[in-house]
Structure formats: C-alpha cells, structure tokens
C-alpha cells in the first residue's frame, strides 16, 4: 500500500505534535503523524513540565516567553486543559554567578519578559521554610509554572485533528526513502508500506540517531538518563513556586498531588543509557545525594519520605540545545535534541518549523532561526548563552 501526503512527521510526541498543530493554523497543507506507540508515550510522558525564561540564549528565552502564553490560555487556543499551574519561578545563584543572573534578566527584560530581582526576604515569604544563606541573588518570574507534558502534546493533537492532520499510532517508520537524487522521497512503515512525502520532518526524540543514520545523517544525539523523586513533605504543600537552585544544582517544584517533585541539575557527569533499557527508578547514590541536598535546602520540612521515582532520558545534542532546521539531507526536517528542555518552547518550536517548512524563514523577530541549524556543530560554533552560570551551564 503506498500513500502520499505533502508533510509526514515521525514521533507523536510533544515536539512532532506541536509542529503538526502549527502546520494545521497556517493550512493548505496535508500532514500526517506517524507514532510507533501511543501518542506522547516517549520521553514527553516522563517530563516535569517546568515553565520558566531564564535563557541565557535570547532566542530560547523568547521561544519560552511565546510557550507560557500558550500554556496560559490553552483553553482558548487548544480547547483542552494542558494542567498548567502558574505558580511563578524563583533562580537562585552564589555570588560567583550573581552577575550572569543580572545580565541575563536585563536581557528578558528587553524581551518583554515579567521577571524581577528579588532580595532573600522576597524569597523567604514566597518559599517559607527555605534556607537561603548561600545564595547571593534571587530572579523571579511571576509567569512561570508547570504544566502537564502529556496533557499539552494530546491537546496538540487534539487541535491538530480537528484541522484536518491525520495522525496515525501503532505504525513504527522503518526508515526514511532516498530517491536518485539523493533527497528523501518519504518513509517506508514497519508493516512495508510506504508514503511519498515532499519533506519528511524527524520529531522521534533520543530515537532519531536510528533512523537518521542509514540515511547518510550522523546525529550527534545521545541519551542521557535523568532521575526524579517525589517526595512527600510531611504537610500539603500549597502552590509553592518552581525553585531552581543553582547553588545545590537541584530544581524542585509542587506536584498536584501535594509532593515535591525534585530533579537534578549537575550535568558534570552524564549516564549515557539506552533508551529502550534503562532504570526507571532512582539509584540509592542518587537518592542520597539529592536528599541531602533537599535537606540542606529545606530544614523545616517536618516529615520527609520518598514517595515514589522514575528515570527518563534528554536527547542531548553537545550543546545541551535543539537542532530544528532543515537537515544536510534534501527534504528532510529536524526537530531533535531538546535536551531535557523541550516542553516550555514547544509551541514555540510548532511555529519555527512550521515558518521554516513554509516560507524558509522565522516569522518571530526575537527568535533567530540560524541558532538552531544543524550545521553549528561541524563550524564548531555551539549555542551558548551569552551569560553563563559557572558550574551550571546547561539548559540556561
Ligand atoms: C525526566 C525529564 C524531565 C524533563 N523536564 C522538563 C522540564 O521540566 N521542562 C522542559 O521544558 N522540558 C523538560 N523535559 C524535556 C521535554 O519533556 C522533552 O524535550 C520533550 O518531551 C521531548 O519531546 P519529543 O517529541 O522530542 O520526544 P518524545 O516525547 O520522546 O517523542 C518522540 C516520539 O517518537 C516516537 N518514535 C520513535 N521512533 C519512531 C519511529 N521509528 N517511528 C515512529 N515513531 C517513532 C516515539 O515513540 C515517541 O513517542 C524533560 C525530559 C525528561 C526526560
């Protein structure tokens, strides 16, 4: 059986779903999805959902600024709740990056983003029970939050659907199609059957390298394992704000079932692990690390337990940043390599593919699409930001 659409998307997760719905909004274009398994079953369903700007990268930081605007009014925009609860978001630094945290909200501030340094009493009344002697300099954005990664992609679909996208589960792509030329010409499915696509975009996540690889593609995309506890407090935590503590490299935030949910920040030494066969649970060493940091942060917590853990693995690309651009392959689209910061930006990265797809160019004047190419790392010239925490550089 063979069939023909002018856009196929492999992976139905959160980034694949996001590009479908914006792909829908502009028209004129037939897309269909292809997922192996359900929607949002990969990585997506494994995310903590944090909502924050705090890039030291001003495209990422607009792209996340467009991202809480979504979130915020999902209702209107997505028709469905994607659980987002906008309890703000406090970064907290030690004087050895205390000037980086200035610079860097002076530059959201140029990008009309609500955040504002905060002292350590502003701090102590929005987190009470906080210890906060180590650290020098609190931003705080009133916008930030967290919200539902797999509520967010399935409302992506949801839209996407009723736009008039086909989105098809159960149907694995065994590989992408090279024509004569050289370009790709579509993907043939897992079952033999083929669809002729005119661009084929790559949206499946730490499994893109696979699929990428006999195409002529070397994705430089490694798994990297990450471990999250939840953490019941001893008392029902009210709608705490999302803390980034980067003094402990530790973030934690309130889960909707009254836990904490407490994620690691120390990427200096990275698990790489195969994303069909890792722990999903916590390590002990990982447990003991992390609580003793937790306790450190919050001495007043009256009866700490470990509730539950889980694992799940960020697709990292060398510069802890996505690539989303067109691919050294003719025809073929990248959307890879979030490296555990897809969710903020992933209505933002729907409306950069869908702008490069269309019309080759971002339509968002504070979004630079070159930040994003693949073509970075082979000129050795990686995306950073521009004001860089010492000891705590990725992902801001
Ligand atoms: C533990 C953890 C915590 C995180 N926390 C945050 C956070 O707080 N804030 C934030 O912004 N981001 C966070 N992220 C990152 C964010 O969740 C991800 O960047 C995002 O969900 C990735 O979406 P995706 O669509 O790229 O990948 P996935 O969700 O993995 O989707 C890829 C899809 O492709 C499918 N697929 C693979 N191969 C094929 C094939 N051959 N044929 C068809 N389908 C295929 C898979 O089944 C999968 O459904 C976190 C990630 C993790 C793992």
């Not at 709740?81 to 406090?90: K, L, N, Q, W």
Request: net charge negative.
């Amino acid at each position: 059986m063979a069939g023909t659409t002018d856009i196929v998307i492999v992976g139905g997760g959160l980034e694949g779903l996001a590009i479908a719905w914006s792909l829908a909004e502009r028209g004129g274009v037939g897309v269909t999805v292809l997922e192996r398994g359900t929607l949002c079953s990969g990585m997506t369903a494994k995310s903590s959902g944090i909502v924050r700007c705090h890039y030291g990268v001003p495209s990422l930081a607009a792209m996340a600024r467009d991202g809480a605007e979504v979130f915020s009014s999902a209702e209107q925009i997505l028709g469905a709740d994607v659980g987002f609860r906008r309890t703000s978001y406090i970064v907290g630094v030690g004087e050895v990056n205390a000037a980086s945290l200035r610079a860097n909200v002076a530059m959201h501030r140029e990008l009309g983003i609500e955040v504002e340094l905060v002292d350590h009493d502003a701090v102590a009344q929005l987190w009470p029970g906080m210890r906060l002697d180590d650290f020098a300099a609190f931003a705080h954005e009133p916008g930030g939050g967290h919200g539902d990664a797999y509520l967010t992609g399935m409302a992506f679909a949801k839209r996407a659907r009723e736009l008039g996208v086909q989105i098809l589960q159960g149907t694995p792509v065994e590989a992408l199609r090279i024509g004569p030329g050289g370009d790709v010409i579509g993907v043939e499915l897992g079952n033999g059957d083929r669809i002729d696509a005119g661009a084929v975009v790559l949206a499946s996540g730490v499994w893109s390298p696979e699929l990428a690889g006999p195409a002529g593609l070397d994705l430089p995309i490694r798994p990297q394992r990450e471990q999250i506890l939840l953490v019941g407090t001893g008392e029902p935590l009210r709608d705490v704000p999302v803390f980034s503590d980067l003094v402990n490299l530790q973030y934690f935030r309130g889960e909707p079932s009254g836990e904490l949910l407490v994620g690691n920040s120390d990427h200096s030494s990275p698990e790489f692990a195969d994303p069909d066969g890792y722990s999903n649970r916590a390590d002990p060493g990982f447990v003991e690390v992390n609580i003793g940091k937790l306790d450190h942060r919050l001495p007043a917590m009256p009866d700490p337990r470990i509730a539950s853990s889980y694992a799940g693995c960020y697709d990292v690309t060398p510069d802890y940043n996505p690539i989303i651009g067109p691919a050294p392959v003719e025809n073929l689209f990248l959307a890879v390599g979030f490296s555990g910061h897809g969710y903020k930006i992933s209505p933002a990265v729907g409306k950069l593919a869908a702008d490069l797809l269309l019309d080759g160019a971002s339509s968002e004047p504070s979004v630079d699409a070159a930040d994003f190419r693949f073509e970075r790392f082979a000129e050795g010239r990686p995306l950073v930001s521009r004001n860089p925490y010492r000891g705590a550089g990725e992902m801001r």
